[in-house]
């Protein structure tokens, strides 16, 4: 385990559906960050938060919303999502945003029907 | 740009052959090169990473080769064994810049 987990490890929501992702990190790391990964495709990161801060949001739709209540803890909101939003999305954590290693969560496989 | 070009998309290897994946970048500016190895159903976890100071850089049986002027790096793994069977990720990004850029990922299969 690296330390990351998160919940649930699947899930399938129809389009008008709201649901959450949740990232708990243990490591007392103060950076977390949600990825997309799609098959065949490079991983894309979503959105960065640094020190409960948001860094980053890489051209995400307005569908997808993070929020980050503290350091260890990072939420996905999504809603009326597209069936090309079917991917699994990662959380990870560093110590500190862009310089030290990131760890890696299992990934939420998410389907959108 | 911002593109890491990996090859193969696929690899198979005999138990104890060399397994090598080559990554190609655009953007001058990178200057740190994680390779990133991820089991089905587990997140992608750093394997060995190198900076542009170095032509190589090895940790055990995984080797990173860098070539600066060509742009390019490559994973070498030694002696290859099952348990290696994994996804292999290439990424580049500038130290400090939380963006990394990722490749597409080989499907690296170890046959016995």
């Known amino acids: 385990e690296t330390g990351v987990t998160q919940t649930p490890r699947h899930l399938v929501m129809g389009m008008t559906n709201k649901k959450s992702l949740k990232c708990e990190q243990h490591?007392?790391?103060?950076?977390m960050y949600w990825y997309k990964q799609s098959a065949k495709k490079p991983l894309e990161l979503m959105f960065v938060?640094?020190?409960?801060?948001?860094?980053e949001n890489n051209s995400v739709p307005s569908r997808f919303s993070p929020e980050c209540p503290n350091s260890s803890h990072l939420f996905l909101h999504l809603h009326t999502l597209q069936p090309e939003d079917s991917a699994l999305y990662l959380c990870?954590?560093?110590?500190?945003?862009?310089?030290?290693?990131?760890?890696f969560g299992q990934g939420t496989r998410l389907t959108v029907v | 740009q911002q593109q890491v070009k990996q090859s193969p998309q696929s690899l198979i290897v005999q138990k104890g052959g060399i397994s090598i994946i080559n990554c190609a970048y655009e953007?001058?500016?990178?200057?740190?090169f994680p390779w990133y190895q991820q089991f089905p159903g587990k997140g992608p976890a750093l394997l060995i990473a190198?900076?542009?100071?170095?032509s190589e850089k090895k940790e055990g049986r995984f080797t990173i080769s860098f070539n600066k002027s060509a742009k390019q790096f490559s994973l070498h793994i030694m002696d290859s064994q099952p348990g290696d069977s994994a996804t292999y990720f290439c990424?580049?990004?500038?130290?400090?810049?939380?963006?990394?850029?990722f490749g597409t990922g080989t499907r690296l299969t170890i046959i016995p």
């Open positions: 990870a954590s560093s110590q500190v945003a862009g310089i030290t290693e990131a760890f």
């Open positions: 490591l007392g790391h103060n950076a």
């Open positions: 938060y640094n020190f409960k801060e948001q860094t």
């Open positions: 953007n001058t500016a990178f200057d740190y």
């Open positions: 190198i900076r542009p100071d170095v």
């Open positions: 990424a580049a990004s500038h130290f400090g810049n939380e963006k990394l850029t």
